[in-house]
């Protein structure tokens, strides 16, 4: 970790959706060149804390800074910040009707100016940074889950960004599916000089490369430190959800989301 | 409140709408793009438009033909065929097939885009979702529907001439000859013309609006590909009455 400014400054943050409040009074900063892990079990607001960081979401009050500037909400100035983040969905988002190759190049063709024989070869780059060099001219329903993942995350890392937000990268995958995007993710956050965001509740899986992890329960922050201090946390709250126990202060009925009840 | 809600909604595809043609900007990649689905929705439906232009033509060629004879003016079957197709058949059943076979693959494209997180994806890598997925599948629509009508038209002449000679017995030369004096060039043929590009953006839009919008479930795709059929081809139809009400005097 560095003592330069964060690159995401989260400030007396809360965020709602449908009406309802689904987190507030978050405070974060993440370091440059840090990996921060953001656990928490399903449906406790993960998936809405990076939409406030990608834009997607606009807070219901608090400010969100990515870069050292606020998070715009007109399309134009967003557009220009989000192509300096990369984003691993947990759905992968790959283009169907297109190559693996071709669903990289996709940012690259959209936002430079270069010619294709470059494009091709800086594709042929991120794909090998993945491990899937061999793979390039194969369509998305023909990879496997874990290969699915890595050319999502080697099209996420297509225009070099300083940040990535991994979005539950580890869901659907085996355990050595699982080691492999974890080892790449911290991998290439150190030799690329990267800032990460991992949002997952794989917990085993992820704090083994987390430089800093925070616990999200209850509609707050219940956790923030290092893994290790994770590991030693007596907080029950914290103990029932590394150890995965059913009884405790997390509640295992929570509230539909809103589209369901819809 | 029903009226407030549909209100709104017509509100939202008129956006919708407008966001389509700003993000409209002549580009390779959107003409790369642009011919894929041209061959997607346009070329592919060419065996079913050629199926229905020659049942069509054969059925209206027995219709006329029948009706016609009581007043002894058979030979006309083929003014009554050309001013029919050219005027209303034509570019609305073109417009219909179109529907069933294109509309209804775009509201489910766009739909399963939604649930796959494929649309969410372009957006979060900084490209607008509704000039690469969007854009180029309402263009092709605009483009093929007219041509897919001349090709409708064709096959149902091409059908008539054959029932109508080969069948019934009338006279080939005079055949050709009524069809060319009754159909005009432009206030007939290029005005088939304009209908088909007007269904065809009406098709894409709609289509491209309810999958676009559709809830990201595979319950969803369903819903917005029925929509997408019923909601076109109504609008379709509505639209080929006023235009035709305006257009032909």
Known sequence: ?????????????????????????INL????????????PSGSGKSTLLSALTGELAPAAGRVEVFGREVPRRSRELLELRKGIGVLLQGNGLLTDLTAAENVALPLRAHTRLPNPLIRRLVLMKLHAVGLGAAADVFPRELSGGMARRVALARALALDPPLM??????TGLDPIASGVVMSLVRRLNDTLGLTSIVVTHHVHETLPVADHAIVIAN???????????????????????LRGEPDGPIGFDAAPRQSEVA | ??????????????LFSLSVLRASKPSLDLFRELVREIYKIGARSLPIIAVGGAFVGL?????????????????????????????????????????????????AELGLMRATDQITALGLMAIDPVGKAVAPRFWAAVLCVPLLTAFFCSLAICASYFESVHVI???????WQVLKDSVDFYDDFLMAFVKSAVFGATAALVAAYVGYHAEPTIEGTSVATTRAVVNASLLVLMFNFVMSAFLFK
């Open chain 1, 219 to 241: 509609g707050g922050i219940v956790f923030s430190g290092t893994p290790a201090e994770l590991e030693r946390s007596d907080d029950p709250l914290v103990r029932q959800f």
């Open chain 2, 1 to 14: 409140m029903p009226f407030i809600a549909a209100t709104r909604s017509l509100g939202r595809a008129g």
């Open chain 1, 1 to 25: 970790m560095t003592t330069e400014s964060p690159i995401v400054r989260l400030t007396d943050l809360r965020l709602d959706r449908g009406g309802r409040s689904v987190l507030s009074g």
């Open chain 1, 165 to 170: 937000i991994y979005d539950e990268p580890l």
């Open chain 1, 29 to 40: 900063s993440v370091p440059r060149g840090a990996i921060v892990a953001v656990l928490g």
């Open chain 2, 59 to 107: 059925s209206v060629t027995l219709l006329g033909y029948r009706a016609l004879d009581t007043y002894g003016a058979a030979n006309q079957v083929s003014a009554m065929l050309g001013l029919g197709l050219y005027r209303e058949l034509g570019p609305v059943l073109t417009a219909l097939l179109f529907i069933g076979r294109a509309g209804s693959s775009i509201a």
């Open chain 2, 169 to 175: 017995g009338l006279e080939a030369g005079t055949f």
